[in-house]
C-alpha cells in the first residue's frame, strides 16, 4: 500500500505559465508603426509649424494686453512701520495713492493684488491647513488633528480652537483696497468692483462648505475664535452678502490656493460696467484709498496693484509665447538637421550597394 504522503511528494508542482491564450501569451494581432524617414520628418515639420503658429500668435495677443501696476508699499512707508508689530491691529492705517491713465483701458478690467518675495510655495506652509474643517465638518471635535495639521496656528491656550486653522489662513491678505475716478477736483467717483464670482467654482462648491448652520452661521462656529493676524471671525469676512461669508468667501478661497513663486498676483476684484465705466477705466487720475493691514517690511516684500485686461491667453505674461516660439523654431530646426543627415547617408548607401 503507497503511503499518501508519498503520492503527493510526487505530483509535479502547479506551474507559472501563463494559460495558453491569444492574450497571455501575446499573439493578438495589433499595429505596429514602421517608421521611415519620410514620416518622421513630416511629423517633426508639422509639430514644428504648429508650435511655430500657436507661439506666435499667443506673443500678438500677449502684447495687447492692457497693464498698469501701482507699488503702494513705498508710498505707505508710515503704515508700513506701524504694521511691523501691530499686524492684527482692529483698525487699519489709512492711505492714498495717486496715479493717472494716460489711455483709457476698455473692456473687462480686473484687479489684482501681488506680492513680492513672500514664499507660499515653503514645504511646512502649504501643508499647514486642515480639509475636514474646511468642508464645515468636526468644528469644535478635532483637537489632536488640528495640532497635527496646523500647529502652532491650531489652538489658543484657553483650548479655543482657530477656525480656520493653519499657516496660509492666519497669513491671509487683509489689505482693504477702493479705486476712484477723478474726473475733476471736487467730486471723485468710487469705482464700482465686483467682490463675488473671483474664485474657482470647485472651490466654492466643492474643496470648501461652511457648517451647517440653519442660517445662522455666526452659531455655526460657535466655540471657535479668529486666527491670530485676522481682524474679523470667519464669519464675518463679508457683511454685506452672507453667501459671500465663512470658508466660501472669494477672497478667502482665492489666498488658499497657494502660489508656486515668489512673486505672483491674486485675483482682487472685477471691474462692473455700468455708469461710466460701460466701456472700461476712462483715461484721466485716479486714486487707491488703502486700509493698510498686511506688513511686508519683516521678510522686505513689496505689494502692488495691478490693473489688467484679459485675452483668451490669459494676462500679459509672455512666458508661454516665448515657449511656444522657441519649441516650435527648434524642432524646424531639427528637422532640416536630420535630413541632411538622412540625404548625406543615404547616398552613401546607395553607392555601397552598387
Known amino acids: 500500500m503507497k ?12 506551474s507559472k505559465c501563463p494559460d495558453n491564450s491569444a492574450f497571455k501569451q501575446q499573439r493578438v494581432p495589433a499595429w505596429r508603426p514602421i517608421l521611415s524617414a519620410q514620416s518622421v520628418l513630416l ?16 506673443i500678438i495677443f500677449t502684447t495687447n494686453v492692457q497693464e498698469i501696476k ?8 508710515n503704515c508700513s512701520k506701524l504694521r511691523e508689530n501691530s499686524s492684527n491691529s482692529e483698525k487699519g492705517c489709512p492711505c492714498a495713492v495717486h496715479f493717472s491713465l494716460r489711455e ?21 506652509y502649504v501643508i499647514s491647513r486642515d480639509d475636514q474643517q474646511l468642508l464645515g465638518q468636526n468644528i469644535t471635535n478635532n483637537h489632536q488633528a488640528l495640532e497635527s495639521k496646523c500647529a502652532p496656528f491650531s489652538t489658543y491656550s484657553n483650548g479655543s480652537i482657530m477656525a480656520p486653522c493653519g499657516a496660509i489662513a ?17 467730486t471723485p467717483i468710487e469705482v464700482p468692483l465686483l467682490k463675488t ?15 451647517k448652520s440653519d442660517g445662522n452661521l455666526p452659531q455655526a462656529f460657535a466655540g471657535t475664535s479668529r486666527p ?26 482665492v489666498w488658499m490656493r497657494v502660489a508656486a513663486f515668489p512673486t505672483f498676483r491674486k485675483l482682487y476684484r472685477r471691474l462692473s460696467r455700468i455708469a461710466e465705466f460701460t466701456e472700461g477705466l476712462p483715461q484721466g487720475n485716479y486714486s487707491l484709498n488703502i486700509s493698510y493691514n498686511f506688513p511686508v517690511s519683516k521678510f522686505r516684500g513689496k505689494k502692488q496693484v495691478i490693473l489688467s ?46
Open 3 to 14: 503511503n499518501k504522503n508519498t503520492s503527493k511528494a510526487q505530483q509535479p508542482p502547479p
Open 43 to 58: 511629423s517633426f515639420f508639422g509639430i514644428g509649424i504648429f508650435c511655430l503658429i500657436v507661439g506666435i500668435c499667443v
Open 70 to 77: 501701482i507699488t503702494y508699499s513705498d508710498s505707505c512707508s
Open 104 to 124: 483709457s483701458i476698455q473692456g473687462d478690467v480686473f484687479m489684482y493684488y501681488s506680492l513680492i518675495n513672500f514664499y507660499q510655495n515653503h514645504r511646512r
Open 170 to 186: 492666519n497669513s491671509m491678505f487683509n489689505d482693504t483696497i477702493q479705486l476712484y475716478y477723478h474726473p475733476n477736483a471736487f
Open 197 to 211: 464670482g473671483n474664485s474657482w467654482w470647485t472651490d466654492k462648491n466643492v474643496k470648501f462648505r461652511n457648517p
Open 228 to 253: 491670530p493676524y485676522w481682524q474679523k471671525p470667519v464669519y464675518a469676512l463679508d457683511t454685506t452678502d452672507e453667501h459671500n461669508n465663512g470658508y466660501v468667501n472669494d477672497d478667502f478661497l
Open 309 to 354: 485686461t484679459v485675452t483668451w491667453c490669459g494676462g500679459s505674461n509672455l512666458f508661454l509665447g516665448i515657449a511656444y516660439t522657441v519649441s516650435g523654431a527648434v524642432t524646424i530646426l531639427a528637422t532640416f538637421v536630420m535630413l541632411a543627415v538622412h540625404l548625406k547617408f543615404r547616398k552613401k548607401l546607395t553607392y555601397s550597394e552598387h
